[in-house]
């Protein structure tokens, strides 16, 4: 692990207005839910994390400061193109820019949601903007259970992925295609990998080495349906990964990962679907909700663990109801 020497303070820290209606700490508790996730870590209100930069790796730091976002680089490098891809990776992240009044009002129009715009207020999509590593967390969580998933993944980070190290402590940052295409099928294994996982990372960072599949690539395509036609040509991912990677990768606004246990619970748990529902009633929920479908999902998941936050008399969500 290469040791990288700290930048100056002065060359380090920006400020980010915070969009309407955004709660830091909501996104704060999604990423910080009792899972072992190795490519992050949350102190108390402090978020860190190290990404790969256009100039180099960057360790950086997010705390709520009231009317904005306090972004901290810590260590590596704070050239003019890692801050801005630094923003831009913040805007997939965490989502600045989505405007959520829009999404609570049309959840105010349906009675049996009506109470998710005070109880998960301000809660924005945590995205994960790597289309590559989006994929391969799909393929490493599927037909098992999340705290499994995580261990798989933190074992595939910690031999493949680089990091950085600060006050001791590493930091990770995701493997790299042109890194997992020269892993051997056994090595996977070895980490408790199915054998058809590990083929299908293998070929999936071939692909991504060979300029078969990229982000730019996807956002190319004239429409969704296109761009799911190409995730779902690559082994491995089938309906529920493209559309679980659409939403978490490139926001796509309307997609619905049929046949997620998650979603199916949530809309039982709301008396809004039967037991097992059909596609064609999947669709007639959801489509007064166009434009927000993926936000919907998002907060229906969100709502199997139940609010969490303390909301005080003062809280800016008592004016939105």
Known sequence: MKKINPIPSEQTHLLINKPEHFRFE???????????????????QLLRKAIAGPDGPLLFELEDQGEAISVRGLTGSTSPANMEYLRHFLSGYIDLQSPLPEFYELLRQDHRLAYMPQSFY???????????????????????????AYRLKRRLVEAYGSSMLYQGKPYFIFPKPETLVSV?????????????????IIDMAQQFVDGKMSKSLLRQAPD??????????MRGVGAWTANYVLMKCLRETDCIPYGDTGLTAALLQHKIMPEKPTRQEIDTFFRPFAGWQSYLVFYLWRSLSGPVHKRSEESPEKKLV
């Open 26 to 44: 909501e996104c704060l508790w999604f990423l910080d839910r009792n899972y072992d996730d190795c490519l992050h870590h949350i102190d108390g």
């Open 122 to 148: 301000g809660l924005r999509m945590v995205g994960i903007p790597d289309l590559f590593e989006g994929l391969v967390w799909s393929i490493i969580g599927q037909q098992i259970n999340l705290s499994f």
């Open 184 to 200: 051997s099928p056994e090595a996977l294994r070895d980490m408790q990998f199915s054998g058809n996982k590990a083929r299908y």
């Open 224 to 233: 969704l349906a296109t761009r799911l036609k190409l995730l779902t040509d």
